[in-house]
């Protein structure tokens, strides 16, 4: 198990809890030539420079692709996984930083208009805009309307979110719980990629089965496990940094007066709970008769398991622990 260094407050040394997986594991295939590739597109992009590329080389996110899309074709590993990394390349040097909320909105039109498909492509001086709409670009070739228009919706609603984030850390203002869960779905991204996970499949969830209510409530308990495993994981490498009041350690921490393990264990609960009900809606899924549905339920079962096994190896959290 994981240990971080002493707890400035106890003395002790913080711990993870145990990160129980019922889920099916696997790996794609492609994984050492979407993880080469992928570093060849983050080069060219120029989102990120200098010592910088080192550490996402290092980092090795073509195996979070592989292992939250084993099933994916050679192609749409890739740009699944070409997805997430513009993701984490956004939140490093927008969402991790000193970047003032104001600051942030202001990229906003620039990014909004390449979703939206809003004119202008030719024009894109921003290096983030510019590779979001090659990302898009890319999507359009293989998605239907309604599956981009997912990814669309999501990603703006991403975007939005990460203003709310920065008034946090401007203000030094610590989210209320509630508040924290709610824009948490919202600031970790994870709408997003769950929105590609029928495109990677080659299969079409219909408007229909995407609103489901038992295919939303799934969506909703694993979006919290995957964030909620993420601000454990990441508990370390952001304590003293600038946004360690956007987790939820320190919300639960702040707010019901525990310690950080004690807060760390509740959150343990909290994510076993929602594994739990991931596996009681499963027959509610299957009872729709829909493959797509399937597939879908499947990958989010991969996103679970592959990103706690991905980041509980990756350089971009484990070396906090150490």
Same mark, same amino acid.
């Given at each position: ?159 939005? =979110?990460? *203003? ?5 850390? !401007?203000?030094?203002?610590? %989210?209320?719980? #509630?508040? @924290? +869960? ?94 739990? =009900?991931? *596996? ?5 899924? !299957?009872?729709?008769?829909? %493959?797509?549905? #399937?597939? @879908? +339920? ?25």
């Amino acid at each position: 198990m994981a240990t971080a260094k002493a707890d400035s407050l106890s003395g002790h040394p913080l711990r993870i809890p145990p990160l129980a997986c019922p889920f099916p594991r696997a790996v794609n295939p492609h994984v050492d030539e979407v993880d080469r590739d992928t570093l060849a597109w983050l080069a060219a992009s120029g989102m990120i420079a200098g010592d910088q590329f080192e550490r996402f080389r290092i980092a090795r996110y073509g195996w979070l692709g592989a292992r939250t899309y084993p099933y994916a074709s050679r192609e749409l590993c890739q740009l699944v996984t070409d997805w997430c990394v513009w993701l984490f390349a956004f939140d490093d040097a927008y969402c991790e930083s000193d970047r003032r909320a104001a600051e942030i909105a202001r990229a906003l039109p620039q990014l909004y208009t390449v979703v939206e498909d809003a004119g202008g492509g030719d024009a894109v001086e921003d290096v983030f805009a510019r590779a979001l709409l090659g990302i898009k670009t890319r999507i359009a070739a293989h998605a239907t309307p309604d599956q981009l228009d997912r990814w669309r919706t999501t990603t703006k609603d991403y975007l939005f =979110a990460q *203003v709310w984030e920065a008034a946090n850390r !401007e203000d030094d203002v610590l %989210p209320t719980i #509630d508040d @924290y +869960v709610f824009m948490r779905r919202r600031t970790g991204a994870m709408l997003t990629v769950f929105a590609l996970i029928d495109v990677a499949a080659g299969v079409r969830l219909t408007v229909d089965e995407w609103l489901n209510p038992a295919v939303h409530e799934m969506t909703g308990h694993a979006n919290d496990v995957v964030v909620w495993d993420n601000d454990l994981i990441s508990y370390a490498k952001e304590r003293g940094q600038a946004n360690i009041r956007n987790n939820l350690v320190s919300v639960l921490a702040g707010h019901t007066g525990c310690g950080v393990q004690e807060a760390m264990n509740r959150i343990g609960v909290m994510r076993d709970e929602a594994v739990a =009900a991931m *596996v009681e809606l499963t027959p509610a899924t !299957e009872a729709l008769g829909s %493959p797509a549905v #399937d597939a @879908y +339920v499947r990958g989010l079962k991969f996103w679970v398991s592959g990103s706690v096994d991905y980041s509980l190896t990756s350089s971009r959290y484990a070396g906090a622990w150490q």
